[in-house]
């Protein structure tokens, strides 16, 4: 009987292990978050530049047994471009939280709901950076994101180029959603991960 036992507990385990799945986040740079900065008016003597139709904002979430992709189908905003200086640069990102998609449509309705974001109370997001400074291997932006009413400062690492006008930001990092409120576990066999990857694809019309 005991060796019965251990042998169905050694399934189980088996079976249990083959059921989870990689956290999509885990390979990803955690963004660094702490209070809300004080945000400076955009330079005077910068082009403002607005993002193109080919720019994209994804993410990964992830639960024990299944990970989901999506993001967010309608944002706006652009980078003031100074100088051809990233660093005396600012980005601003305006996201419509109602535009959030997902690999599931049932996922896509509960993601809108008070569960998560909430969109009906909180229809938008925002990003407005408060430094970009230039780090060993490209930039790492610093700025406030507004997400589901939670304001923080979050700080990671990015890649900037400029080319005949046109600027080309891509990041990829992960955040935690407690930080910003949304606390929903999941199912007790099947919990939620807290942590979520991101992905910045963002480019810009070339100026004029």
Same mark, same amino acid.
């Given at each position: 009987?005991?060796?019965?036992?251990?042998?169905? *507990?050694?399934?189980?385990?088996? #079976?249990?292990?083959? /059921?989870?799945?990689?956290?999509?986040?885990?390979?990803?740079?955690?963004?660094?978050?702490?209070?809300?900065?004080?945000?400076?008016?955009? /330079?005077?003597?910068?082009?403002?530049? =607005?993002?193109?139709?080919?720019?994209?904002?994804?993410?990964?979430?992830?639960?024990?047994?299944?990970?989901?992709?999506?993001?967010?189908? #309608? *944002?706006?905003?652009?980078? !003031?471009?100074? !100088?051809?200086?990233?660093?005396?640069?600012?980005? =601003?990102?305006? $996201?419509?939280?109602?535009?959030?998609?997902?690999?599931?449509?049932?996922?896509?309705?509960?993601?809108?709901? /008070?569960?998560? *974001?909430?969109?009906?109370?909180?229809?938008?997001?925002?990003? $407005?950076?408060?430094?970009?400074? /230039?780090?060993?291997?490209?930039?790492?932006?610093?700025? !406030? *994101? !507004?997400?589901?009413?939670?304001?923080?400062? $979050?700080?990671?690492?990015?890649?900037?180029?400029?080319?005949?006008?046109?600027?080309? #930001?891509?990041?990829?990092?992960?955040?935690?959603?407690?930080?910003?409120? $949304?606390?929903?576990?999941?199912?007790?066999?099947?919990?939620?991960?807290?942590?979520?990857?991101?992905?910045?694809?963002?480019?810009?019309?070339?100026?004029?």
């Amino acid at each position: 009987m005991r060796q019965e036992s251990l042998l169905l *507990f050694g399934l189980i385990a088996i #079976v249990t292990l083959a /059921a989870c799945v990689a956290d999509p986040a885990a390979d990803k740079p955690d963004a660094e978050v702490s209070e809300a900065r004080p945000v400076a008016e955009p /330079a005077a003597d910068g082009t403002m530049l =607005s993002f193109s139709e080919d720019s994209k904002i994804t993410w990964v979430g992830s639960k024990v047994t299944h990970q989901h992709d999506g993001g967010f189908r #309608v *944002f706006d905003g652009g980078i !003031n471009l100074v !100088n051809d200086d990233p660093t005396a640069s600012s980005v =601003s990102v305006t $996201i419509d939280m109602t535009s959030i998609w997902s690999d599931t449509d049932r996922l896509t309705g509960h993601l809108k709901s /008070a569960d998560f *974001f909430e969109v009906e109370t909180y229809p938008t997001a925002t990003f $407005i950076s408060t430094s970009i400074a /230039a780090a060993e291997s490209g930039y790492t932006m610093t700025g !406030n *994101f !507004n997400l589901h009413g939670v304001e923080r400062s $979050i700080s990671f690492p990015a890649e900037i180029e400029i080319a005949d006008g046109s600027i080309t #930001v891509g990041a990829s990092f992960a955040i935690k959603r407690f930080d910003f409120g $949304i606390v929903y576990p999941g199912l007790a066999e099947d919990l939620i991960r807290d942590e979520v990857a991101i992905t910045l694809d963002l480019r810009t019309a070339a100026s004029e």
